[in-house]
């Protein structure tokens, strides 16, 4: 039986993720940040200047900031001063500076051509206008509409019962499964003053409603499962991705001593993202190294010419089984030995695919750890008189599956499965959490839906701290910094100073018939 690995797991997740770009989006040649506050309006550039007796609106409506700001610098109260002031006010809402804007809205009262523009600056100024930040509001962004509905209705069922945050008012918001959606949501979120956001699920919804969120300057927690965050845009993740997954895998088989490991994947986003990230770790970690990367098509029929390049079973590329396919042209396959590098073989796929491509395993000759004690001698005459390696399966989350067992036969007998989420096998508080949810919905909880539910209790638990302050947003984003759950459905989980939550992935074992907590 292998040994314990939760103690070194816990600071897989700690790791450094790679670089994120920001996610504020910003026209080249604008520099502001979304938590620059102006208290004027800001001044011309030195050196840059207009020739306003030339100005028409046609003129104006090309200008660029600078231009703007040396125009209205020239110009005073002059006529276009207020038609300028316009075009710089929305060039300022265009970058998310509403403070400008709003300042460049109140200069132009005083220009000589107001009345010429006054319903333009009428309605910008009240499409700039901030509704008043209600604490106890917070927005949830999911796909309770579309083709991702069914995910968004579980969530949803999920997040309702969360049991902290005293007064929190849960405001469910559809983004259809859509970046537009997640955009529209949004903006209705800051319409209704909300004190934060949770969600979207979605990598690109999510994208699109971090980037307009941190223009409003409202916190945001996201349920999309990708690395990423920005805590100084406000942005956060509260859930895990399959890059958590892998890096955890790879500090398994340290604590574990599997000191070669390889990863086979499928050919989709999910697979390449846990792949490159099991690669990375691997090399930042001491008695670990990757001898063994492939990858197969998940939407193909047939996975075999896949596995065979994974394992080197192509005679072309490997004399050794040439040559014993010569001397062998009937059962040549069923009968090689094949030279495995690898001691730990990760496999991050859902767990239909995942018995599939586990099957194939032992078909072509690779001896899988199944039992503590195995049978030395048995093994070498197997294998015509030498010892192969045994190789320890592992899997992630897409594995936890009842059906698992059955599917995969003997084939996954001892494999390993990491979760952050282990259903009643993770202790009282899940299994409270998945009794409640079955009464609610008359189904069990996915991981993704107990993870959404700890991301709840851990936002409410940040809007409790934040409802007294002057600026709740501003401490709703502090307090989101700092923000940990002791006890959670998925374990104790702490937000990182990247802005991304940490948790201690739970591991099961496939024994029989059943996955039970590895010991």
Known sequence: MIRNALPCLVVLACGPKQPQGSWIERDSDMHATPHETHTGITGAPAGVRVDVSKLDAATIDQLDDASAAAALAQLGDKKPAARVALRAARLAHHRGDDAEARALIARAASAADESEVHGELTALGAALATAPVDVNVVAVLLPLSGRYASLGTELKAAIELATVGGKAKWVFLDTKGEPDGAVAAVESAAKRGAVAILGPVGTREAVAAARVA????????????????????????????????ARAVVHLAQEDHFPTIAVFAPRDDVGQEAAEAFAAEAKKVADVRVTAVGSYDPTGGNLEPDVKRFLNLIPATNPRLAEHMARNRKNGLKTFSPDVPFTLLYIPDRYDRAAIVAAFLPYYGVE????????????????????????????????????????????????????????????????????????????????????????????????????????????????????????????????????????????????????????
């Open 214 to 245: 941190a223009m409003h300057q409202i916190p945001i927690g996201l349920l999309a499962p990708a690395d990423g965050a920005d805590p100084s845009a406000g942005v956060f993740r509260l859930v895990s991705s399959p890059g958590d997954e």
């Open 368 to 519: 899988l750890r199944q039992r503590e004690n195995i049978d030395a001698n048995k093994l070498q005459r197997k294998h015509g008189g030498h010892i192969p390696q045994v190789v320890q399966l592992v899997g992630g989350a897409g594995w936890h599956h009842p059906s698992l067992p059955t599917r995969g036969g003997a084939a996954v007998q001892g494999a390993l499965i990491l979760d952050f989420y282990a259903g009643d096998a993770g202790g009282d508080l899940a299994a409270g959490f998945s009794a409640a949810f079955q009464r609610k919905t008359g189904r069990t909880p996915s991981g993704a839906a107990a993870e959404a539910h700890d991301a709840a209790n851990m936002v409410a638990k940040a809007r409790m701290v934040a409802a007294a302050a002057k600026d709740p947003r501003s401490a709703m984003r502090t307090a989101l910094a700092s923000a940990k759950l002791d006890d959670g459905v998925c374990g104790p989980a702490a937000m990182q100073p990247d802005g991304e939550v940490a948790r201690t992935p739970l591991v099961l074992e496939v024994e029989g018939d059943t996955l039970i907590a590895a010991p």
